[in-house]
């Protein structure tokens, strides 16, 4: 059933009661920052907000490097993104790195990420091929306010940075899964 509510400003708007079915086309947001307002659900003590305000897919482009700002690898890349809220969730593939123009002894940067880290450092899940073997498993962490995770080395007894001197050139590749919260 459909019912209409003038509102302050004269403009009509339209309240439903049941199902809701569009039969063609989308529904459309006409104002950003507005969304499916989740209000009548009895919220969790901590809750921070129950609007869902933002849905997005896409690609970046994630670059190797041997600092934050520091000399570009050359590698085959994709990076895809999907964002649902302020929850966004990255696939990268690196492939073919070559490293020459790099400091060999330096920590590895992946760059470019598509939005900025604001909650908690983020761990990075990582499966590496043609990498010097070391004396744990390679992962990454993603710095709040930045766009880069950082590769480490992690055993049970801690961790160390992983370095470019551990990539064979022109055949190392990484594959990696985030999913990190933005602003």
């Given at each position: 059933?459909?019912?209409?509510?003038?509102?302050?400003?004269?403009?009509?708007?339209?309240?439903?009661?049941?199902?809701?079915?569009?039969?063609?086309?989308?529904?459309?947001q006409g104002t950003a920052g507005t969304g499916v307002n989740f209000t009548a659900n009895t919220p969790t003590a901590g809750m921070t907000s129950q609007?869902?305000?933002?849905y997005e897919e896409g690609t970046f482009t994630p670059v190797l490097?041997?600092?934050?700002?520091?000399?570009?690898?050359?590698?085959?890349?994709i990076?895809?993104?999907?964002?649902?809220?302020?929850?966004?969730e990255i696939q990268i593939e690196l492939t073919s790195i070559n490293t020459t123009g790099l400091t060999p002894t330096n920590t590895i940067y992946?760059?470019?990420?598509?939005?900025?880290?604001?909650?908690?450092y983020t761990p990075v899940h990582v499966f590496n091929d043609t990498v010097t073997s070391?004396?744990?498993?390679?992962?990454?962490?993603?710095?709040?306010g930045q766009t880069y995770m950082v590769l480490y080395n992690?055993?049970?007894?801690?961790?160390?940075?992983?370095?470019?001197?551990?990539?064979?050139?022109?055949?190392?590749g990484f594959f990696m899964q985030a999913n990190y919260i933005t602003s």
């Open positions: 059933m459909l019912k209409t509510v003038s509102t302050a400003n004269g403009l009509v708007s339209p309240t439903f009661s049941g199902n809701v079915t569009l039969s063609n086309g989308n529904l459309v609007l869902l305000n933002w490097r041997d600092a934050a700002s520091g000399n570009a690898a050359t590698a085959t890349t990076g895809r993104y999907t964002r649902i809220g302020r929850s966004v992946i760059t470019g990420l598509p939005f900025t880290c604001s909650s908690i070391t004396t744990g498993a390679i992962q990454g962490l993603i710095y709040v992690n055993t049970i007894t801690g961790h160390s940075s992983s370095i470019v001197s551990q990539l064979t050139s022109g055949s190392s």
